[in-house]
């Protein structure tokens, strides 16, 4: 566990705790400060450092609110003070604010993250219209600043002058640092490497992505889990029972059973340290801290506890297809030649066409020409006809006229034979989008494109598998591309040709049959079925408003990946929580049936409540070092 540090008040306290502890050692091996003095040495401690602890007591009294945890350690004090337990009394106090003090460590240390990351973004930007450094909240959007090498970008914005190299990892949690150039998109909190670049700037200093992750990230405390919600509301019945169960063990033996006043207070005393919740209100918070800081430094914005330990029971994962599991962008799967053609006359001669053209089909054919090394062909008269295809003239190929498009649009103009319509049906029962091209004299050939499927897809969906979680897709993508998508990612249930409406249908069917359903897509079309779901996971949220303000859970990367991690995790917690929850509670029924029974030490109740508030703390922080170590 990371100790604050230059915390002068931790450092005094630590010195106190050092001071009573050898009083208290030596008060055992019986030494001690003679009196009158041994009152005035301890209440001074008592005082100076549980002061605040005395004082809600007193007020919980004056309120009657019997459910006060200071309370309980106010009439500990007090009861062991009267016993003349003097170094007992500083003990308690001294090391209860100490637990009180790792509670907050913990929590500040699950937040350090962020709170470093707050702490040093750009307060101010250099605008370039003005020559000066202005507050970045009152930078209007379009305005031009300038970061130099070295700097924190402090607005989300395009570069219009400039290159360089930037660490995104603050926003997707991505180590390796990304190359920008002249129209690429930038976020604030990211990291100029090594250019000096100009920026126009996108959004205000409030709606920028990383303002967001900061606002959802601290908000997320606010959506807590059903466990810790169950144990706050258990602590309010726990410390009045506790309070009557004192009473009990005091009163009965001493004004029914007439035995020694003395050591039953001590024992009623006794009960009420031990009772004192503090690690078993503490063993939910810090896990659940510990785990979402976790989460946020792979680039998975969790918006809450109760997301968490949502995802730990998950039965089913549904996952739109285009930019979930595949990339969104088309690349070239094949590439047939026809009639004698070669193939590098097809690539080169059609690239040559489809060059002048901005439709991603199109580039997606003059990128794998270039690919396999074939400069794509000098080219005039391009013409483009929605919806269909398009011509132009090939200065290579003896001024060839090229058609490239659907086959219905080459049919208006060549002779088709059927072995280029077989080939088409094939590729088209594959989920594939066929481009079939004619050099003026049938078919020169078909080139088929489908959607890229992302690297990490297979290996991800295997995991979930693992984990006893069945996949399935929902896509507004036709059943056969689909099929082959599915087929390729070891997905069986398939649901295709499906509108935004009927995602968030099917969704109500399978939390329906299964209980627990979590929503995989790009928070956009996908936003009514990530609404509906138990769980809904926005894919590649960074600079998209729509999938952070939607998702339960916002990746910012596009890592598939980062899903399996994150169940892992919250299967992780839940089962930290449990053991930390069930500890506490064995060591209190431990001692509290001890002092039923009159055998019950103060000081060695005090040292095991401590003791088990600092194993919840370091137990729980270990989740911040969780990692997907799949085996």
Not at 25 to 41: D, E, K, N, Q, R
Not at 156 to 172: F, H, N, Q, R
Not at 521 to 544: E, K, R, W
Request: net charge negative; aromatic share 8%; hydrophobic share 50%.
């Amino acid at each position: 566990m990371k100790l604050p540090k230059n915390d002068k008040k931790f450092l005094f306290l630590l010195f106190a705790i050092a001071i009573v502890v050898a009083l208290e050692i030596l008060s055992i091996i019986g030494v001690h400060i003679p009196m009158p003095y041994a009152p005035v040495v301890f209440s001074v401690f008592i005082i100076g450092i549980g002061y605040n602890v005395l004082w809600n007591g007193v007020k919980a009294i004056f309120k009657l609110q019997f459910n006060s945890i200071n309370l309980l350690m106010t009439i500990a004090v007090v009861g062991a003070f009267y016993l003349g337990e003097y170094p007992e009394a500083a003990v308690v106090i001294v090391l209860y604010v100490l637990g009180e003090r790792l509670e907050d460590i913990g929590i500040e240390n699950s937040k350090s993250a962020l709170d470093e990351l707050v702490s040093k973004a750009p307060k101010t930007a250099f605008v370039k219209s003005e020559n000066a450094n202005i507050a970045i909240d009152k930078i209007a959007v379009a305005t031009i600043i300038q970061v130099k090498p070295g700097e924190m970008i402090p607005l989300d914005g395009k570069i219009i002058s400039g290159e360089t190299t930037v660490d995104e990892a603050a926003i997707t949690g991505e180590p390796i640092p990304k190359d920008k150039h002249t129209g690429d998109n930038l976020f604030a909190g990211t990291l100029n490497k090594n250019g000096f670049i100009e920026i126009e700037t996108t959004k205000l200093s409030v709606d920028t992505t990383f303002s967001k992750i900061i606002r959802l990230t601290f908000e997320a405390s606010a959506n807590k889990s059903e466990t810790q919600k169950f144990i706050q509301q258990f602590s309010r019945y726990y410390t009045p029972s506790i309070i009557a169960m004192a009473v009990f063990v005091f009163a009965i033996p001493v004004f029914v059973l007439h035995l020694d006043l003395s050591h039953w207070l001590q024992q009623a005393i006794t009960l009420l340290v031990i009772a004192c919740p503090c690690a078993l209100v503490i063993s939910t918070p810090v896990a659940i801290y510990a785990a979402i800081g976790n989460a946020s430094a792979k680039g998975a914005l969790v918006k809450g506890g109760k997301y968490i330990e949502a995802l730990a029971s998950i039965k089913v994962i549904a996952l739109d297809k285009t930019r979930t599991i595949t990339f969104g962008n088309p690349i070239v799967s094949d590439v047939i030649p026809l009639n004698g053609t070669s193939r590098e006359e097809l690539l080169a001669c059609t690239a040559g066409a489809e060059i002048f053209s901005e439709h991603p089909l199109a580039q997606a054919v003059v990128e794998a020409s270039l690919k396999e090394g074939f400069e794509p062909h000098k080219t005039e008269a391009f013409k483009s006809i929605m919806g269909k295809g398009a011509t132009a003239k090939c200065l290579v190929c003896e001024d060839e006229t090229i058609y490239v498009g659907k086959l219905g649009f080459i049919k208006e103009h060549q002779p088709i034979d059927i072995e280029a319509e077989r080939v088409v049906e094939q590729l088209s029962s594959q989920g594939k989008t066929s481009v079939v091209v004619s050099f003026g004299d049938g078919a020169a050939g078909v080139i088929g494109l489908m959607d890229e499927i992302k690297p990490d897809s297979v290996s991800a969906l295997k995991e979930l598998k693992t984990l006893n979680i069945e996949p399935v897709m929902l896509t507004g993508d036709s059943e056969n591309a689909a099929n082959y998508v599915a087929h390729q990612v070891g997905i069986k249930l398939i649901f295709g040709n499906m509108l935004p409406e009927d995602k968030a249908e099917k969704i109500k069917e399978l939390l329906l049959q299964y209980g627990k359903v979590a929503m995989v897509g790009d928070g956009i079309n996908d936003a009514p079925a990530l609404a509906q779901s138990t769980v809904g996971i926005a894919m590649g949220a960074a600079g998209s408003d729509t999938a952070i303000e939607t998702a339960n859970i916002a990746l910012m990367n596009d890592k598939l990946s980062l899903i399996p991690f994150l169940i892992r995790l919250s299967k992780k917690t839940l089962t930290r929580i449990k053991f930390n929850t069930i500890g506490a509670i064995a060591v209190k029924l431990i001692f509290i049936t001890l002092a039923f029974i009159g055998y019950s030490n103060l000081v060695f109740a005090i040292a095991a409540d401590v003791g088990v508030t600092l194993i919840v703390i370091l137990t729980s922080l270990n989740l911040m070092k969780f990692e997907n170590v799949h085996k």
